[in-house]
C-alpha cells in the first residue's frame, strides 16, 4: 500500500467519523402533544388556538443541546355546518432558526370569522403535525396525528386531500407572529424564521 493511498484512507476514515460526531451533536426533537382552544384576543374577539408542543432532548453537551432549523407544521381539517358542504382545509408552517434543550410550544390560529362560520368550538377532529430538523423530516409518532384516525392509511388519504385543496385557504391559519398574541411576552412561542428579512427584500 503506498503512502499517498493510506493517506486518502485514513482522511476518508476522518471525515467520516466527524459526519458521525457532528450528526451525534444534534438534539432530539418530538411532539409532546397538540392542544386546543377558544382564546380571546385584546379587543374581546374569539380566536381558535391550536398549540403545538415540542420537546428537544439533548444529545450531549455544547452543540448536542440545541437543533437547528426546526420546521413546525400544522394541518387542519374542518366540516363546515351546510349539508353537503366539504372539508375546509388550513395549514401553516413555521421554521426555528434553532432550539435549546427543554419545552417549546409553537401556536396557530383560526380568525374570528371562520370560528364563527365553522362554529368551531374544541378540538380539531382531523389534523396532522409536519417535524422536520435541517431539512430532514423526523419519523412521525402516535403524537403527530389526530386520534380520530383509524389507521396509518386513513392518515395517508387524509394528507393526500390536503395537499391537493388547503392551498385555497393559504393564509387564513396564522402562526403567532402574525396573530394579534404576537407581541405578547408572558408566554412567547420560539423567534421564526421571516423570509421577508433578506437583502433582497432591502
Known amino acids: 500500500m ?6 486518502v484512507l485514513g482522511f ?10 457532528l450528526a451525534a ?8 402533544e397538540v392542544d386546543f382552544e377558544r382564546v380571546r384576543d385584546p379587543g374581546g374577539a374569539e380566536w381558535w388556538e391550536a398549540a403545538v408542543e415540542l420537546n428537544v432532548e439533548a444529545q450531549g453537551g455544547g452543540a448536542g443541546r440545541f437543533a437547528n432549523r426546526v420546521r413546525v407544521g400544522l394541518d387542519l381539517a374542518f ?3 351546510v349539508d353537503g358542504r366539504p372539508l375546509e382545509f ?5 421554521v426555528a432558526p434553532s432550539l435549546e434543550a427543554g419545552r417549546h410550544v409553537f401556536r396557530f390560529y383560526l380568525p374570528p370569522a371562520i370560528v364563527r362560520r365553522d362554529r368551531i368550538t374544541g378540538a ?11 431539512g430532514r423530516e423526523v419519523e412521525p409518532t402516535a403524537t403527530q396525528v389526530a386520534p380520530a384516525f383509524s389507521s396509518a392509511s386513513a392518515v395517508l ?7 391537493r385543496l388547503s392551498p385555497v385557504n393559504d393564509g387564513v391559519l396564522l402562526p403567532r407572529h402574525l396573530s394579534p398574541w404576537a407581541a405578547d411576552f408572558r408566554d412567547p412561542d420560539p423567534v421564526v424564521m421571516r423570509p421577508a428579512a433578506t437583502a433582497s427584500e432591502r
Not at 25 to 32: G, I, L, N, P, Y
Not at 157 to 163: A, M, P, V
Open 12 to 21: 476518508l476514515a476522518f471525515a467520516s467519523g466527524g459526519a458521525r460526531h
Open 79 to 81: 366540516q363546515r355546518p
Open 25 to 32: 451533536q444534534s438534539a432530539a426533537v418530538t411532539v409532546r
Open 2 to 7: 503506498t503512502v499517498w493511498f493510506r493517506i
Open 157 to 163: 388519504n387524509f394528507r393526500e386531500q390536503h395537499s
Open 124 to 134: 380539531a377532529r382531523f389534523w396532522a403535525g409536519d417535524l422536520a430538523v435541517d
Open 90 to 94: 388550513y395549514r401553516a408552517a413555521v
